[in-house]
């Protein structure tokens, strides 16, 4: 069973700094693109960031780039997230997301065939 | 960036009704659109991939239709369990945006 569990959510000030990290199970994660998407409260879904299989390939929505880094661990099965120079705008719930197959190290599909149950972090002085 | 469009925003049915959504996407992507389910305080689950692809074990009553920039999602008998925010979504580059969805009420 595919089992993605965030952690590292809470309360920081604005200016502050964060990490997610995504422990994943039941599949093998080096395979897969994993992604971040965040949910503002009562608001839509935001694409956040991204990351190849192998980390190579990243990319960052405008409104994180140059303050979030997106990285993995492999060998630990884990996603991460780091966030710096948090803004109260950066209040959401964060989902690690698993991609769906694609041909080589260095791609993405996408879409998101599973999805974590979601950590909040809430930025507020 | 690719803006996606939903309509309705929301919408009341009963069970048993035909409902659809509809998403627009602000260039085209062939068929790389996909619709998510989202129940409050849940994840969103994946429903319909590569615009009319059923996601594996989601009841044959969704579907999926359209390409280019209009794509549809209809559940043919809404179920009490199909109450829920629907979202559309584009993989056809990054950032792979969503729209904003569609929240389904019970009449």
């Known amino acids: 069973e595919v089992q993605l569990v965030e952690s590292g959510g809470g309360l920081v000030q604005p200016g502050g700094s964060l990490r997610l990290s995504c422990s994943a199970s039941?599949?093998?994660?080096?395979?897969?693109?994993m992604h971040w998407v965040r949910q503002a409260p009562g608001k839509g879904l935001e694409y956040v960031s991204a990351t190849s299989s192998d980390g190579g390939t990243t990319y960052y929505a405008d409104s994180v780039k140059g303050r979030f880094t997106i990285s993995r661990d492999n060998s630990r099965n884990t996603l991460y997230l780091q966030m710096s120079s948090l803004r109260a705008e950066d209040t959401a719930v964060y989902y690690c997301?698993?991609?769906?197959?694609?041909?080589?190290?260095?791609?993405?599909?996408?879409?998101?065939?599973?999805w974590g149950q979601g950590t909040l972090v809430t930025v507020s002085s | 960036d690719i803006q996606m469009t939903q309509s309705p925003s929301s919408l009341s049915a009963s069970v048993g009704d035909r409902v659809t959504i509809t998403c627009r996407a602000s260039q085209r992507i062939s068929t790389y659109l996909n619709w998510y389910q989202q129940k409050p305080g849940k994840a969103p689950k994946l429903l319909i991939y590569?615009?009319?692809s059923l996601q594996s074990g989601v009841p044959s009553r969704f579907s999926g239709s359209g390409s280019g920039t209009d794509f549809t999602l209809t559940i043919s008998s809404l179920q009490p369990g199909d109450f829920a925010t629907y979202y559309c979504q584009q993989s056809y580059t990054t950032p792979f945006t969503f729209g904003p969805g569609t929240k389904v009420y019970i009449k």
């Open positions: 590569a615009a009319s």
């Open positions: 039941g599949f093998t994660f080096s395979s897969y693109a």
């Open positions: 997301v698993k991609d769906v197959p694609c041909s080589g190290t260095s791609c993405y599909m996408g879409y998101f065939d599973y």
